[in-house]
C-alpha cells in the first residue's frame, strides 16, 4: 500500500475512533436521587417494629438513594418506625464510623432522634450532643450510639407512637473525638505516642445506621393462655358509649392534681386519704383481674376507703372499673393488664408529691 493511501487508511480509522469516542460521551450518567421525599413528619413511611418476647435488630445503610426529608430544619436521608400501643422498650440506635488515610480521618451520620406521639407531635428529642462512642474491640467496629428507655404504661405521660432518625443542621456541624490508632497502637506496644493531632470525626449524609430494641414489658400472646372463666355483661346502648368515653388518662390528671393542692393548702390528711385512697383502688383492680378471670363474679363495684365526699375517687374508680370490664369481656387481657399498671403509675406520682 502506498504511503498516502496508508496516511488515509490512517485518518479514517481515528476518525471513527473519535466519532466512537464523541458518541459515548454524549450519554450522560445516571444520577442516583432518592427513592421518597418527605416534607414532613406526618407524610413518612413507618415501618412497624415488632417487639414482643425477643429483642430485633435492623441495619440499615443510608445512601443518596436513601427516603429523605426536606424541611426547613433539614435535608437529610431519614429513617421512621413505628412503635407497638403500649409497654417499656430499650432502645439503640448506633451509627457506624467510617475511616480514611490509614485512621486519620472519620465520619459518619451524625444521627439525632426524634420522639413523636400519635399526632405527630414531638414528644422527647434526643440531640446530636447527647452521642455517646464505642471504642472498636478486637473484631467489633467502632460507632456512635444513642441508648434510652421509651415506657409508654404511664397515664399521666404522653405516650411515644414514632421515632424518627435523621440528622439535623446541628448533626453536620458536630465533632466528635475518637481513637487515635497510631497512638494507641503507640501505647500498646510501649512506645512514646506520636505527637499528632487528635482525631475528629465529621459528619456524612451516607452511613450505616442500626437500630436494636428489647421490650422490658413481659409479652402476652392471645394463644398463651386460656380466656377468663367468667365474662362479665358489657352495657349497651348508651351505657355502652359512656364506658368506653372514660378518660382515665384525664381522671388520673384531676386526681393528682387535687392531691398536689390538697398539699398546697396545707391539708395533709385529706391528701393523705386520697393517697390511700388510690393504692386501695390499685389493689381492687388486681383483685378485681384475679377474680373474673377465675371465678363467676366479682361484683358490680371496686370497694375503697374513700369517704362520700371523694368525688373525684368515685369518678376515677369507676372509670378504671368500667375500662378493666369491657377489655376482659372482649378478651383483651393484656389490655386489662395494662388498666392495673396505669392504676400503680398514678400511685407513683402521688407518692412523689409527699
Known amino acids: 500500500m502506498s504511503s498516502p493511501m496508508k496516511k488515509t487508511a490512517l485518518?479514517?480509522?481515528?476518525?471513527?475512533?473519535?466519532?466512537?469516542?464523541?458518541?459515548?460521551?454524549?450519554?450522560?450518567?445516571?444520577?442516583?436521587?432518592?427513592?421518597?421525599?418527605?416534607h414532613s413528619l406526618p407524610t413518612l413511611n413507618y415501618q412497624p417494629l415488632r417487639i414482643y418476647d425477643e429483642a430485633i435488630q435492623q441495619t440499615i445503610g443510608l445512601t443518596e438513594q436513601s427516603a429523605t426529608l426536606k424541611t426547613i430544619n433539614s435535608n437529610s436521608a431519614v429513617i421512621g418506625w413505628q412503635l407497638p400501643g403500649y409497654g417499656a422498650y430499650r432502645l439503640k440506635i448506633s451509627s457506624q464510623i467510617k475511616r480514611g488515610k490509614f485512621g486519620r480521618e472519620a465520619s459518619a451520620f451524625m444521627p439525632e432522634v426524634q420522639l413523636l406521639d400519635k399526632h405527630y407531635q414531638v414528644v422527647k428529642t434526643v440531640p446530636v450532643t447527647a452521642l455517646d462512642y464505642q471504642k472498636p474491640?478486637?473484631?467489633?467496629?467502632?460507632?456512635?450510639?444513642?441508648?434510652?428507655?421509651?415506657?409508654?404504661?404511664?397515664?399521666?405521660?404522653?405516650?411515644?407512637?414514632y421515632i424518627v432518625v435523621y440528622m439535623s443542621d446541628d448533626g453536620r456541624n458536630h465533632k466528635l473525638q475518637v481513637v487515635d490508632m497510631e497512638k494507641e497502637y503507640a501505647k500498646a506496644r510501649g512506645?512514646?505516642?506520636?505527637?499528632?493531632?487528635?482525631?475528629?470525626?465529621?459528619?456524612?449524609?451516607?452511613?450505616?445506621?442500626?437500630?436494636?430494641?428489647?421490650?422490658?414489658?413481659?409479652?402476652?400472646?392471645?394463644?398463651?393462655?386460656?380466656?377468663?372463666?367468667?365474662t362479665p355483661p358489657v352495657p349497651t346502648g348508651r351505657e355502652a358509649e359512656a364506658a368506653v368515653g372514660f378518660e382515665t388518662i384525664a381522671l388520673s390528671k384531676e386526681y393528682r392534681e387535687t392531691v398536689f393542692q390538697l398539699l398546697a393548702d396545707g391539708k395533709v390528711q385529706e391528701a393523705l386519704a386520697l393517697r390511700e385512697s388510690a393504692g386501695q383502688m390499685h389493689a381492687d383492680l388486681q383483685e378485681a383481674f384475679s377474680a373474673l378471670y377465675r371465678r363467676e363474679s366479682a361484683g358490680n363495684a371496686i370497694e375503697s376507703t374513700a369517704s362520700d365526699s371523694q368525688e373525684i375517687y368515685k369518678r376515677l374508680s369507676h372509670a378504671?372499673?368500667?375500662?378493666?370490664?369491657?377489655?376482659?369481656?372482649?378478651?383483651?387481657?393484656?389490655?386489662a393488664l395494662r388498666v392495673i399498671d396505669q392504676s400503680r403509675m398514678l400511685l407513683s406520682h402521688i407518692d412523689a408529691l409527699f
Open 11 to 38: 485518518c479514517l480509522a481515528l476518525g471513527l475512533l473519535a466519532g466512537c469516542a464523541t458518541h459515548d460521551s454524549a450519554i450522560a450518567p445516571t444520577t442516583k436521587e432518592p427513592v421518597a421525599v418527605y
Open 137 to 161: 474491640g478486637l473484631l467489633g467496629q467502632e460507632y456512635f450510639y444513642h441508648s434510652f428507655v421509651v415506657d409508654n404504661r404511664d397515664p399521666l405521660l404522653t405516650p411515644v407512637e
Open 191 to 230: 512506645f512514646m505516642p506520636p505527637a499528632t493531632k487528635d482525631v475528629l470525626a465529621t459528619a456524612s449524609d451516607h452511613g450505616v445506621i442500626t437500630l436494636e430494641a428489647m421490650s422490658l414489658t413481659e409479652a402476652y400472646s392471645a394463644g398463651s393462655a386460656p380466656g377468663p372463666a367468667y
Open 320 to 335: 378504671y372499673q368500667q375500662q378493666l370490664i369491657m377489655h376482659l369481656q372482649q378478651g383483651e387481657t393484656r389490655a
